[in-house]
């Protein structure tokens, strides 16, 4: 089966630090991968995403990284909010299928 | 508001019993995607379907069935109920053919008793 490998579980940061969060895929037809946040009561939404031809995206404080030697990804939030508080997930597709397979998820705590 | 809408928002049913969760998806978008969500097994993709036609399948149990109306609002039928159904339903939508597109409702929380 895909599968999208998300670590960690759950993540503690101080205000104003920089959140990591890592995620590796095992099917190289995979070619579109972004970021999904979600809030308690809420779905996700989409935050970032990227496709293999650049090795790094970044919109505000949200950056992505992507090694596809490695076929890994990563999600970095800098200058880290008590407002970004919540669940990330990092998910992956093959366009062409157009169905989305999600990590389990990172529970994200940045403390004030 | 996403613009993808979900109902009911909750539902508590018993064991055994069948359950339809009603997704509208955001105006102009085709594609209809379920998806369960549990703690220990985090976003599963269910079924797809793509203007009424089922497009792709996933871990979607042969208990569960889903369909696309001509009004491209979707539902999905949960039957003989077990507990180990309790999990949040969400519905995405999106532009015909782009993964990326994807936006969610908020969700139906199911807890079966």
């Known amino acids: 089966q895909q599968q999208v490998k998300q670590s960690p579980q759950s993540l503690i940061v101080q205000k104003g630090g920089i959140s990591i969060i890592n995620c590796a895929y095992e099917n190289t037809a995979f070619d579109y991968f972004p970021w999904y946040q979600q809030f308690p009561g809420k779905g996700p939404a989409l935050l970032i995403a990227i496709r293999p031809d650049v090795s790094e995206k970044k919109e505000g404080r949200f950056t992505i990284s992507f090694n596809k030697s490695a076929k890994q990804f990563s999600l970095h939030i800098m200058d880290s909010q008590p407002g970004d508080s919540a669940t990330y997930f990092c998910a992956a597709s093959n366009e062409g299928y157009s169905t989305l397979t999600f990590g389990k998820g990172t529970m994200l705590l940045v403390s004030p | 508001d996403s613009g993808v809408t979900q109902t009911p928002k909750h539902l508590i049913t018993a064991t055994g019993q069948r359950v339809t969760l009603r997704c509208s998806p955001r105006?102009?978008?085709?594609?209809v995607y379920w998806y369960q969500q549990s703690l220990d097994q985090g976003l599963q993709f269910l079924i797809q379907y793509y203007n009424g036609e089922e497009r792709a399948k996933g871990n979607i149990l042969e208990r569960f069935s889903a369909q696309q109306f001509p009004d491209l609002h979707s539902e999905l039928n949960l039957s003989s109920l077990e507990l180990g159904d309790s999990a949040l339903y969400f519905c995405a939508s999106s532009v015909a053919g782009q993964s990326g597109g994807y936006t969610f409702g908020s969700g139906t929380r199911l807890t079966v008793v």
């Open positions: 105006s102009g978008d085709l594609s």
